[in-house]
């Protein structure tokens, strides 16, 4: 299941910006920087656990009623594994860079 993130992240920025910008004219890379932008909530040029389990866990309206299906250890487990996966400074958020070296 972690192998798929990126794959699964990827769709994600997609399904954000389709009615907002025309993401097949993104070269790789803008799509790439998009997808870190848009998820940098706070706008501190990282993304940090918050950040991560917002990402992974939002609802995008299609079943409003159902929310999250994720209980509090499984989140807990699902953001250090991006985590320890991405962050390879181990200072506990992901900059462009570490992210960049994943993609």
């Known amino acids: 299941m972690i192998a ?14 389709e009615n907002k910008i025309e993401v097949e004219k993104l070269t790789e890379e ?8 848009l998820h940098d909530l706070n706008k501190d040029n990282f993304i940090d656990g918050i950040e991560i389990l917002k990402a992974l866990t939002h609802d995008h309206g299609e079943h409003p009623s159902a929310g999250p299906s994720t209980d509090e250890g499984e989140a807990e487990r699902l953001v250090d594994a991006v985590l320890d996966d991405l962050d390879t400074n181990g200072d506990g958020v992901i900059d462009y860079a570490e992210y960049l ?3």
Do not use: D, S, T
């Not at 803008?30 to 932008?37: C, E, G, I, L, N």
């Open 4 to 17: 798929g993130i990126p794959l699964i992240l990827c769709r994600h920025i997609k399904q954000h910006l």
């Open 101 to 103: 070296k994943r993609q």
């Open 30 to 37: 803008q799509q790439r920087f998009h997808y870190f932008a």
